[in-house]
């Protein structure tokens, strides 16, 4: 299947976020620009994670056991958030967006590597509702049969894990007449659905001002999906903070303005508004300044996680690039959070350049990502549902 302009523009932006972050991994969280360069030199991209290079200089080293071509966690939010949406028909359905965040990074998940404190702090987050809810039930529900208020309550959890609000009942009730075809059992499902529904809240994400919050953005986009209001609510299931919330939807904006084929200076006017105020002033400046060098960027806005520091230098690093290649090595030898600026400087950069060429995502670095079949085929299968 052929895809149209614009899905196009979508799909070079996702793959731009993919390339980016794997790109990063091996000099990430390095906070010493100086270090980056005498490891990195012309070539900073694709270099295996290797904790020598991070001891003398301020860093953490995260990675130990990945290789170049893997992806970050950062990497990997976008990819399940890509994935949740797409096994689901294209719908962005917000109980099972939890639910696939929770079971890929959680115990026993797919993934393996770091997860920030964000992440861990939302998985505990729905870990603790869901102890709530087992005891609100056990409390509300307390002179039911033992074993028949453990069989609703397991097959109640079960069910809200996919759905809310009001699809919730008819799939209580089609899952409970299946080993309880009766009114009044099926009547107590429900009671405890309300229940559960309530005491396991969709905004369950870490109290967290940090570059993740934009993770799924741009997948919610890429299902044609660009109402603010479902990125809200995905931003909170992730990162419940006001400031979270406010970037999410200057990304969603800034996104669907540069896929309408406006330049990064328009799309950046019409998205500014839905930030803070004191960010509007430090993207602005970023958008229309220039530093002598990159020490003085990073003295300016700083090298580290928070959306505060990773917006303006995420936009810097666009709006001074002449190719999604020098975005990338820019990204990289600016230090510090680099795959968390990833997540913006990759989408933007693949949206305006695309693939290929002399400016766009060069080929060989799209081969050098591992694992091509799990994270390349959900970000097609979204644009061709």
């Given at each position: 299947m052929n895809l149209n302009a614009k899905k196009e523009k979508i799909l070079c932006g996702m793959l731009g976020v993919v390339v980016a972050d794997a790109a990063a991994l091996g000099l990430h969280w390095i906070y010493d620009i100086n270090r980056v360069k005498d490891v990195g030199g012309d070539a900073p991209e694709f270099i295996d994670p290797v904790q020598k290079n991070y001891e003398g200089v301020p860093s953490y080293f995260a990675h130990p056991g990945k290789q170049s071509g893997d992806n970050s966690h950062y990497g990997e939010t976008f990819l399940n958030a890509?994935?949740?949406?797409?096994?689901?028909?294209?719908?962005?359905?917000?109980?099972?967006?939890?639910?696939d965040y929770q079971e890929f990074f959680g115990p026993g998940g797919h993934f393996r590597g770091y997860i920030d404190h964000p992440t861990k702090d939302t998985l505990q987050n729905l870990k603790t509702a869901e102890l709530k809810a087992i005891e609100r039930v056990s409390a509300?529900?307390?002179?039911?049969?033992?074993?028949?208020?453990?069989?609703l309550t397991m097959k109640v959890l079960s069910v809200t894990k996919n759905y809310t609000g009001p699809e919730l009942p008819a799939k209580i009730e089609e899952a409970v007449r299946i080993t309880h075809d009766d009114d009044k059992i099926v009547k107590?499902?429900?009671?405890?659905?309300?229940?559960?529904?309530?005491?396991?809240?969709?905004?369950?994400?870490?109290y967290d001002d940090q570059i993740p919050a934009l993770a799924g953005v741009l997948s919610l986009i890429a299902s044609g999906n660009s109402n603010l209001s479902d990125v809200e609510v995905m931003v909170k299931i992730t990162n419940n903070h006001e400031k979270s919330v406010a970037?999410?939807?200057?990304?969603?904006?800034?996104?669907?303005?540069?896929?309408?084929?406006?330049?990064?200076a328009e799309a950046y006017k019409r998205a500014k508004p839905e930030l803070p105020a004191n960010w509007q002033e430090?993207?602005?400046?970023?958008?229309?300044?220039?530093?002598?060098?990159?020490?003085?960027?990073?003295?300016e806005f700083g090298a580290s996680c928070p959306l505060r520091y990773s917006l303006p230098v995420g936009l810097y690093i666009v709006r001074t690039s002449n190719s999604y290649a020098e975005a990338v090595r820019k990204n990289i030898r600016l230090s510090g959070d680099s795959c968390g600026r990833s997540?913006?400087?990759?989408?933007?950069?693949?949206?305006?350049?695309?693939?290929?060429?002399?400016?766009?995502?060069?080929?060989?670095?799209?081969?050098?990502?591992?694992?091509?079949?799990?994270?390349?085929?959900?970000?097609?299968?979204?644009?061709t549902i």
């Open positions: 890509a994935r949740s949406i797409a096994n689901n028909g294209g719908v962005f359905k917000p109980r099972i967006y939890q639910r509300d529900f307390k002179d039911l049969d033992r074993d028949l208020r453990e069989t107590v499902a429900l009671d405890m659905a309300k229940s559960v529904d309530l005491t396991i809240p969709l905004d369950s994400g870490a970037a999410g939807r200057f990304f969603a904006r800034l996104l669907l303005a540069s896929i309408e084929e406006g330049t990064l430090s993207t602005q400046k970023a958008m229309t300044q220039d530093w002598p060098d990159d020490e003085a960027l990073i003295e997540l913006l400087t990759g989408a933007l950069a693949g949206i305006r350049w695309g693939i290929g060429g002399d400016w766009g995502i060069p080929h060989l670095w799209l081969w050098k990502i591992k694992e091509q079949e799990r994270k390349l085929r959900p970000l097609w299968q979204l644009l």
